[in-house]
Structure formats: structure tokens, C-alpha cells
């Protein structure tokens, strides 16, 4: 049977391909709390859909019953919403593990915002790990970032490296970080803990059925680029510095397909319960040594790619021409983040096998298919 997993915030761009992979690999069904602030309801049910179609012709009303997700409206800010579910789940053979991806995620927004970031970012972590506590689920598997490494020393970044974030944002990531630790480091024979650090996801489901639709202008690089290929925002792209010193001076950055992220994800599930990933451990999260079974991985493709390489892409896949405009460098903008993904390669066997090629092409079948993203459906 299929452990239950509750992914918080499965209803976003990460979180749905998360809970598509979770589907598809046999091994879990999806329980999901959301409170739809950057989100759309639609985007479950094609989730649902997509695994739906995936099995095989002669599948029972089980296997597809399997694949619905159960969605609960609330907010992981506040406790009773989380006790509901795990309360409701006693009977239902209880809940195995969570993978926590709920979380607001602008870098400027978060230094306008610092105060709504740590309440949602790390209040609502904390919450969530005391409600799993107080009902003996202690399996997470933790949405960190990259940015909690700030501009580091030398690239590509191995999870070795120094954290120091620059970020509010990066700030709240790194902060629960080091709340997963200690709760691990408590109690080592309960809690067992996975971080992992994004670098850039992008691109979309190769169906087109489910993708990136922020609310209001992106601010990301790909969503940016692919829904001014379908006419909005005509005043063109503001490119931030191209005297850096980089491949054509414009900065570089680690994309990596959203459903080599997901599958990252289904990994991590697997490894949470294997001693040796832990023992293995030393500095390598970037904290001191430890006892407790917590350990923290890069997810990224490990090549870079340039803002002006990215746009040159996305015009190959969506045949528009692009309007670009070089001002000046923006504040906090580091040259280069290219991940070293050596190490979850090795321990989890995850491998970032789509290219950026495939990235663009699926963003834009999803663009192209939904112009205005999941609104009104």
C-alpha cells in the first residue's frame, strides 16, 4: 500500500510537480493543506489527472482513487489547521512523512516584508514540527534554497560550503535549517530530516497541464520571459549588468527542470529511512557535526547558463523576439551560483538529466497552451 504523504503548499509550482511525482513513483498518495495565496486549486486536480493517465488501461477504481489528492484550506501559520488533518488521519492508517514546501519566496519582497517572511516562513515550520512531534510522524523532507549559501566563496557550490544568506528570505531558509538540526539532534532515534537546496527550477510538465503561474509579475527570469511571449508585459526585459565576469558578462545561474526537482524530492522520501546517509555526515551541511539524522542536499544541474544564453533559449522555444535593455547591476546580485550536485547524486541517486533545451520547450508549451495560466478554470 502507498504511505500517506501531506505536502504543505502543493497546490504552487513546486509543490504540484512534487505531488505529481510522489503519485507517479507507486509509493505514496498526497494529502496537501494549502491556503492558495500564490496558487491555484486547479492545478491538483490536474495533477490528479496526469497520474490518472498514466496507469495502465486496466486499473481499478482503486489505483485511480489512489491518485486523488485530498486538499485541505488553511494556513500552516496556524496550528489548529495542521492538528485537523493529522487528527483526521488516525483512522486513516495516519500520516508517514511531510515534505514542507509552503513557504513565501521573493528575495526583495522579504526585505520590504521581513516580518510576514518569518511568520510564514518560520513560525509556521515550527508549528508544523510540533504537530508532528505531538502525533509521531518525525520523516520531513525540507523546500530549503540556495540562497542560504549569500555569495559564496568558490563555484560550483558544494554543500559544504559556508552559509551565509543575504537575504531576509535566505535568512528564514537558512533559520529552518538549523531548527531541523536541532530537533534531530534531540532526538536521534525519532527524527530524521532531508533539506534540500534548490537551486533555479524551471520549465513545466511536458503534458502542459500544470506549470508556473505566479500571481502578478513574475520575479523570476523564465515565467517573466515566457509570458511576455504571449503579450504581457511589452515594455521589454531589463537586464541587470553585463560587466560581470562571466561567459557574456550577464550574470550565471544553475536552472534546473522541475521534474528532475520533483523526482528529488521522491529520493529523499526513499533515503529518509537509511542510517548511512547520516553517519556519513561530518561538516557536510554546512553545520558543525552533529548526532542526529539531518542532512542537507544540493539540487541543481550543476552547469550555468546567463541571463543572455536563458533568453536566447526561450526565443528558440517561443519564436519571439525579445526586447532586452542592459542597466545597471542590482543590489545583492552575486555573478555566479552554479550548484555542485556530486553528493545527491551519489547518496540519493538523483541526476538532473533534462537540458535547457527541454526546459524552455515545455515552459512553453504550458505558456502557450495556458496564456493566462490556471486563471478562471
Same mark, same amino acid.
Given at each position: 500500500?502507498?504511505?500517506?504523504?501531506?505536502?504543505?503548499?502543493?497546490?504552487?509550482?513546486?509543490?504540484?510537480?512534487?505531488?505529481?511525482?510522489?503519485?507517479?513513483?507507486?509509493?505514496?498518495?498526497?494529502?496537501?493543506?494549502?491556503?492558495?495565496?500564490?496558487?491555484?486549486?486547479?492545478?491538483?486536480?490536474?495533477?490528479?489527472?496526469?497520474?490518472?493517465?498514466?496507469?495502465?488501461?486496466?486499473?481499478?477504481?482503486?489505483?485511480?482513487?489512489?491518485?486523488?489528492?485530498?486538499?485541505?484550506?488553511?494556513?500552516?501559520?496556524?496550528?489548529?489547521?495542521?492538528?485537523?488533518?493529522?487528527?483526521?488521519?488516525?483512522?486513516?492508517?495516519?500520516?508517514?512523512?511531510?515534505?514542507?514546501?509552503?513557504?513565501?519566496?521573493?528575495?526583495?519582497?522579504?526585505?520590504?516584508?521581513?516580518?510576514?517572511?518569518?511568520?510564514?516562513?518560520?513560525?509556521?515550520?515550527?508549528?508544523?514540527?510540533?504537530?508532528?512531534?505531538?502525533?509521531?510522524?518525525?520523516?520531513?523532507?525540507?523546500?530549503?534554497?540556495?540562497?542560504?549559501?549569500?555569495?559564496?566563496?568558490?563555484?560550483?557550490?558544494?554543500?559544504?560550503?559556508?552559509?551565509?544568506?543575504?537575504?531576509?528570505?535566505?535568512?528564514?531558509?537558512?533559520?529552518?535549517?538549523?531548527?531541523?538540526?536541532?530537533?534531530?539532534?534531540?532526538?536521534?532515534?525519532?527524527?530524521?530530516?532531508?533539506?534540500?537546496?534548490?537551486?533555479?527550477?524551471?520549465?513545466?510538465?511536458?503534458?502542459?497541464?500544470?506549470?508556473?503561474?505566479?500571481?502578478?509579475?513574475?520575479?523570476?527570469?523564465?515565467?517573466?520571459?515566457?509570458?511576455?511571449?504571449?503579450?504581457?508585459?511589452?515594455?521589454?526585459?531589463?537586464?541587470?549588468?553585463?560587466?560581470?565576469?562571466?561567459?557574456?558578462?550577464?550574470?550565471?545561474?544553475?536552472?534546473?527542470?522541475?521534474?528532475?526537482?520533483?523526482?528529488?524530492?521522491?529520493?529523499?522520501?526513499?533515503?529518509?529511512?537509511?542510517?548511512?546517509?547520516?553517519?556519513? *555526515?561530518?561538516? +557536510?551541511?554546512?553545520?558543525? /557535526? $552533529? !548526532?542526529? @539524522? &539531518? =542532512?542537507?542536499?544540493?539540487? %541543481?544541474?550543476?552547469? #550555468?547558463?546567463?541571463?543572455? *544564453?536563458?533568453? +536566447?533559449?526561450?526565443?528558440? /522555444? $517561443? !519564436?519571439? @523576439? &525579445? =526586447?532586452?535593455?542592459?542597466? %545597471?547591476?542590482?543590489? #545583492?546580485?552575486?555573478?555566479?551560483?552554479?550548484?555542485?550536485?556530486?553528493?545527491?547524486?551519489?547518496?540519493?541517486?538523483? =541526476?538532473?538529466?533534462?537540458?535547457?533545451?527541454?526546459?524552455?520547450?515545455?515552459?512553453?508549451?504550458?505558456?502557450?497552451?495556458?496564456?493566462?495560466?490556471?486563471?478562471?478554470?
Amino acid at each position: 500500500p502507498r504511505k500517506t504523504i501531506l505536502i504543505t503548499g502543493a497546490a504552487g509550482y513546486i509543490g504540484s510537480h512534487i505531488a505529481l511525482c510522489c503519485l507517479l513513483s507507486g509509493k505514496f498518495s498526497v494529502v496537501t493543506i494549502d491556503n492558495f495565496h500564490n496558487s491555484y486549486p486547479t492545478a491538483l486536480k490536474r495533477v490528479t489527472k496526469i497520474a490518472q493517465d498514466a496507469l495502465p488501461a486496466d486499473a481499478s477504481d482503486d489505483d485511480k482513487k489512489a491518485l486523488e489528492i485530498e486538499v485541505y484550506r488553511g494556513d500552516i501559520s496556524i496550528k489548529s489547521d495542521i492538528e485537523k488533518i493529522f487528527d483526521e488521519y488516525k483512522s486513516k492508517g495516519g500520516i508517514w512523512g511531510v515534505i514542507h514546501v509552503a513557504a513565501l519566496k521573493s528575495v526583495g519582497e522579504s526585505g520590504e516584508l521581513p516580518i510576514k517572511y518569518y511568520e510564514n516562513n518560520v513560525t509556521a515550520t515550527i508549528n508544523l514540527l510540533d504537530v508532528m512531534e505531538r502525533n509521531q510522524v518525525c520523516n520531513i523532507v525540507y523546500s530549503s534554497s540556495a540562497t542560504v549559501y549569500g555569495a559564496p566563496p568558490e563555484c560550483p557550490i558544494s554543500e559544504s560550503s559556508p552559509l551565509q544568506p543575504e537575504s531576509c528570505y535566505g535568512r528564514t531558509k537558512f533559520m529552518c535549517e538549523l531548527i531541523l538540526k536541532d530537533v534531530c539532534d534531540s532526538a536521534p532515534e525519532k527524527w530524521r530530516a532531508i533539506s534540500l537546496r534548490y537551486f533555479n527550477p524551471a520549465g513545466a510538465h511536458p503534458s502542459g497541464q500544470i506549470g508556473e503561474d505566479p500571481r502578478g509579475r513574475p520575479g523570476n527570469l523564465l515565467p517573466l520571459l515566457s509570458q511576455m511571449a504571449v503579450g504581457k508585459f511589452p515594455e521589454g526585459l531589463k537586464v541587470f549588468g553585463n560587466d560581470y565576469t562571466t561567459v557574456d558578462g550577464t550574470c550565471t545561474r544553475d536552472y534546473i527542470h522541475i521534474m528532475d526537482l520533483a523526482q528529488g524530492h521522491v529520493d529523499a522520501l526513499a533515503a529518509l529511512p537509511r542510517d548511512d546517509i547520516y553517519a556519513a *555526515q561530518g561538516k +557536510a551541511s554546512g553545520f558543525g /557535526a $552533529s !548526532g542526529g @539524522k &539531518y =542532512k542537507a542536499y544540493n539540487l %541543481g544541474k550543476g552547469e #550555468g547558463m546567463s541571463v543572455l *544564453q536563458m533568453v +536566447a533559449a526561450m526565443e528558440k /522555444a $517561443s !519564436g519571439h @523576439k &525579445y =526586447k532586452t535593455e542592459v542597466v %545597471g547591476r542590482r543590489t #545583492g546580485d552575486v555573478p555566479e551560483l552554479v550548484a555542485n550536485p556530486a553528493l545527491a547524486e551519489k547518496e540519493l541517486g538523483f =541526476k538532473a538529466t533534462r537540458g535547457l533545451e527541454e526546459m524552455c520547450r515545455d515552459l512553453w508549451k504550458w505558456q502557450s497552451q495556458n496564456p493566462k495560466g490556471y486563471e478562471g478554470q
